[in-house]
């Protein structure tokens, strides 16, 4: 957890706190292609984005740099209590340019990880190269989102009641946690059907899915602290929206989305799209909410991303 002594290497930010990373694929010297990836609620820079066992031929193939690194407070990063999209994007934009990747990267943002993917569209665009989405979560407040359509949304209460207590019982919510939701289970999310499909499910008994989500990780507070402080950035009033960027057939955009993912909506970012329809959308069928860990997904992606030879509409799992 961050604040901890460090065995990965870090680079220290102008103020004063420390982000881990790590270095895949090709010396970045040599790369034609330098991408940052953005990890997801309670992952890290261990996070798997390399399912098909061809993955390593194909970065070597296309000559890719890939950097990993852990979010402010979660793995060996420093936490940063004034956390913010904001703040977010500063980190990704600070350790671009400390490791010298150059004036323009690419960025794949997982889950949780698309709000300081948006955030770099909104704040950095002339910094990126092109971006994937992968199963990004969506923001219940972005005004263009159809009133209709979050109303039957369970998940709309859920988040605004996590909001609500996250702000104002902090105390009391990780209390709740740990004797309540943890009463019978070691782990909130792992295997559990209502969050995903049978594919994820598949997924989780091969990988760790959520290492900080578990009742022991859970029960030091600083660990609780970045959690709570992560989904209330992410949920909380943004000073902008998809709908209010500016997107052109240059911009290089994608957006990965299962259409059993139990945790967004994909009817959600088909609202996305219709705002902006420059975006090129890529519709998993039978794709839950961890297909960046379905077999050859990541190829796919580097492909599309990289080599904008995917723009079809739609993706089928084999």
Known sequence: MGDSPASSNRVKLRDGRFLAYKERG????????KIILVHGFGSSKDMNFSASKFFQE???ELEVYLLFYDRSGYGESDSNTKRSLESEVEDIAELADQLELGPKFYLIGISMGSYPTWGCLRHIPHRLSGVA???PVVNYRWPSLPKKLIKKDYRTGIIKWGLRI??????????????????????VLESNPVYF??????????????PMLTKEKLRERNVFDTLRDDFMVCFGQWDFEPA????????YIHIW??????????????CILQKQPLINYHEIPQGGHLIVHYDGICDTIL???LLKEEQQKLYKIN
Do not use: C, M
């Open 26 to 33: 090709v010396p970045k010297e040599k790369a034609k292609y």
């Open 58 to 60: 194909l970065i070597e």
């Open 133 to 135: 989405f992968v199963a």
């Open 166 to 187: 996250s702000k104002y019982a902090p105390g009391l919510l990780h209390w709740w946690i740990i004797q309540k939701l943890f009463a019978s289970t070691s782990s």
């Open 197 to 210: 499909n049978s594919h994820d499910i598949e997924v989780l008994k091969r990988k760790t899915g959520f």
């Open 244 to 251: 209010d960027l500016s997107i052109s057939t240059k911009s």
């Open 257 to 270: 989305h299962g259409k059993e993912d139990k945790v967004v909506p994909f009817q959600l970012q088909r």
């Open 303 to 305: 492909r599309a991303l």
